[in-house]
């Protein structure tokens, strides 16, 4: 499976993006998918994951209500929805699958990882 992130950018504080992971080689249907984010000189953190069936999701508090996750119907892509971004959500920001399916919040179960992309919030 290979996953691609795009979208990334600079944004002004209350402004809205939207990351797109394109994903090759297999289907998602089994699996659980995940945002998760490194900000500078921090380490990697879940910011919404959704397990395989998307009826449970991990998200951290200070993206609740204003971020979300969702798929295509063929699972050849998953989006994340921000909005009302704020200098804090700044980091590049990754999309992994993790085979379990469970949705774990955890990037060590995650086994496919696209390659980054980079948000900015800054005025």
């Known amino acids: 499976v290979q996953l691609q992130a795009s979208g990334g950018g600079l944004v002004q504080p209350g402004g809205s993006l939207r990351l797109s992971c394109a994903v090759s080689?297999?289907?998602?249907?089994?699996?659980?998918i995940g945002w998760f984010r490194q900000a500078p000189g921090k380490e990697r953190e879940g910011v919404l994951c959704a397990n395989r069936n998307d009826d449970t999701m991990y998200y951290i508090d200070s993206v609740k209500g204003r971020f979300t996750i969702s798929r295509n119907n063929d699972e050849t892509a998953v989006y994340l929805q921000m909005t009302d971004l704020k200098p804090d959500d700044t980091g590049v920001f990754s999309c992994?699958?993790?085979?379990?399916?469970?949705?774990?919040?955890?990037?060590?179960?995650?086994?496919?990882w696209g390659q980054g992309t980079l948000v900015t919030v800054s005025s």
């Open positions: 080689g297999a289907s998602l249907d089994s699996s659980a």
């Open positions: 992994a699958a993790e085979p379990m399916g469970t949705g774990s919040s955890s990037w060590r179960d995650y086994f496919y």
